[in-house]
Every structure is written in structure tokens, then in C-alpha cells.
């Protein structure tokens, strides 16, 4: 569904990124782990259109994935960014309908949203930066699923989060890909990653060193 091939990229002298690889299939969940700095956040961004790779092929159902963001949501791709970057002075549902901005159906989408996230419905009118990191998250999440993405990229999901609700978190991931939704995890915290993953892979210094 979503194939990586020989993805190179570069900050100046440094490269992050070195001939990675790897395909996330229709239906599954794929981890990435590895340390900080190992490139996970650059191949995410590479993936959502936000950094040019300065090499490889990117491609959505045997197609180029096209350069710009905002055309890679249309495609089915949506990224739920490392640290939520929620707008903290929107209140929730405006959060949630900026996720939409593509939707012909927003309406629908708050609809999901609300049905899988309840204590968002419960606090829709509240403004999004007074809520807990937890709550946060998960507006973030389905803020993401507003787009309606047939791949959903989570960049480091439970940073910051305490042990239960990074539970809580897995478990919403988990029922995401249960309604067709697949899902290419990013994650720091290893055990909780493989723990919900068909698939898996480590990357270590910007390559794949194991799957």
C-alpha cells in the first residue's frame, strides 16, 4: 500500500536518512523503533511531504506519492505530528475541523471523532490548551482522522504520557486499525509498540537494521 525504497536525506554534512526501506501493507499496523536521533521523525516528515528526500521513491498503491502536504492528505495519508501540535487557543471542535479542511463531510468526521473520543464530545466547546497531555493526544489523533486516511501516521505517540494513558493510547491505535485504517507507528517506547504490531522494524543512525 505505502512502499519506502532507498529513502536518503540530509541536514547539511549530516545525513538522517541512509537508503531506507521498508512497505506498510493494507490492514496492518508497522512499528518503527529506535533511540532518539535515529531518523524516525525525518522519515515521517519525508512520508507526509513536509521535507524533500534527497533520494529513494515514495509510493502510495504503486504510485509516486505527490510533493506537496496538502496533497498527500487528498491522496489518504494524514500524520499525527511528536508533540501533538494541537492549536492550544481553538477550542476542540475548531481543532477537529481544521484536521477536515479536505472533507466534503466534516460533519461526518466530528461524528467518528466524537463516537471514539467521548471526552472530547464531553469538552468540544473547551479551549484545547487547558486540556491534560492525555486528552491532547488524543485530540491530535482524531484530528488526524478527520482527514479520512486510509494510512495514518502516529510520530511518537506516547511521548511525555503517563504508563496508563499511553495504554489508553495503544488501545485507540489498536481500534483504528480494526476499522481499516492502516498504521505506521513510530515509537520510542518499543514494548508498546511491538506489542500491537503485525510488523516491525528497527532503525538505527538513519538505517533499517532489522525487521
Request: hydrophobic share 45%; charged share 20%.
Amino acid at each position: 500500500m505505502l512502499k519506502i525504497e532507498n529513502l536518503t536525506f540530509s541536514y547539511g554534512k549530516i545525513q538522517a536518512l541512509k537508503g531506507v526501506s521498508f512497505e506498510v501493507k493494507q490492514g496492518e499496523i508497522l512499528s518503527i523503533v529506535g533511540a532518539n536521533g535515529a531518523g524516525k521523525s525525518t522519515l515521517m516528515k519525508c512520508i507526509a511531504g513536509l521535507l524533500k528526500p534527497q533520494g529513494g521513491v515514495i509510493s502510495y498503491n504503486e504510485e509516486p506519492l505527490p510533493k506537496s502536504a496538502s496533497a498527500i492528505v487528498a491522496k489518504g495519508i494524514a500524520m499525527v505530528p511528536e508533540g501533538r501540535w494541537i492549536f492550544p487557543n481553538l477550542t476542540v471542535e475548531e481543532n477537529l475541523l481544521m484536521g477536515g479542511y479536505l472533507s466534503k463531510n466534516r460533519k461526518a468526521g466530528l461524528e467518528r471523532a466524537y463516537g471514539m473520543f467521548a471526552r472530547l464530545k464531553e469538552r468540544r466547546n473547551q479551549r484545547a490548551g487547558t486540556m491534560s497531555g492525555g486528552e491532547q493526544q488524543m485530540l491530535a489523533i482524531a484530528r488526524g482522522l478527520m482527514a479520512n486516511p486510509k494510512v495514518l501516521l502516529l510520530d511518537e505517540p506516547s511521548l511525555g504520557l503517563a504508563p496508563l494513558i499511553v495504554n489508553d493510547i495503544m488501545s485507540i491505535i489498536k481500534r483504528i486499525n480494526e476499522d481499516g485504517i492502516s498504521v505506521l507507528l513510530v515509537e520510542q517506547n518499543a514494548r508498546k509498540a511491538l506489542a500491537i504490531a503485525h510488523h516491525a522494524c528497527v532503525l538505527e543512525q538513519g538505517r533499517i537494521v532489522k525487521r
